[in-house]
């Protein structure tokens, strides 16, 4: 079968999370990669969680956090994007499938080698 990417659009709070998290779960080759979770607080968003297929979790962004990449509220955690997000994006098996929930503006604070 030919290799090919699939890209999910569509506006915020579409769903788009949810469909993704439920075809990786369906899928019968090894997935890796991550989601990203809005972090509530009585019904307020407060920030942004970073969670990989592999269970491995931590904050992409919070309004608390005071750094200077800043996506409008939120401060963005950019050892959280390394220590995290990278290593699940890179396969480590020729057969796996990656699978990116998020590619937006906190995320673009990656530089393209992935590491600051």
Do not use: W
């Not at 369906?26 to 407060?46: A, N, W």
């Not at 969670?51 to 963005?76: F, P, Q």
């Not at 994007?81 to 998020?102: F, G, Q, Y």
Request: proline share 6%; glycine share 10%.
């Amino acid at each position: 079968m030919k290799e090919s990417n699939i890209l999910l659009t569509g506006p915020p709070r579409c769903r788009k999370s949810t469909v993704i998290e439920k075809l990786a779960k369906q899928i019968s080759r090894p997935v890796m990669g991550f989601f990203t979770r809005e972090i509530k607080e009585g019904g307020k968003r407060f920030g942004f969680s970073i969670i990989t297929l592999d269970g491995k979790e931590g904050v992409l962004a919070h309004e608390d956090l005071r750094t200077s990449l800043r996506v409008g509220k939120y401060g963005v955690n950019i050892e959280e994007l390394n220590r995290i997000a990278v290593p699940s994006m890179i396969p480590t098996k020729p057969d796996l499938i990656v699978i990116i929930d998020e590619i937006g503006q906190m995320e673009a604070f990656l530089p393209s080698s992935g590491r600051h």
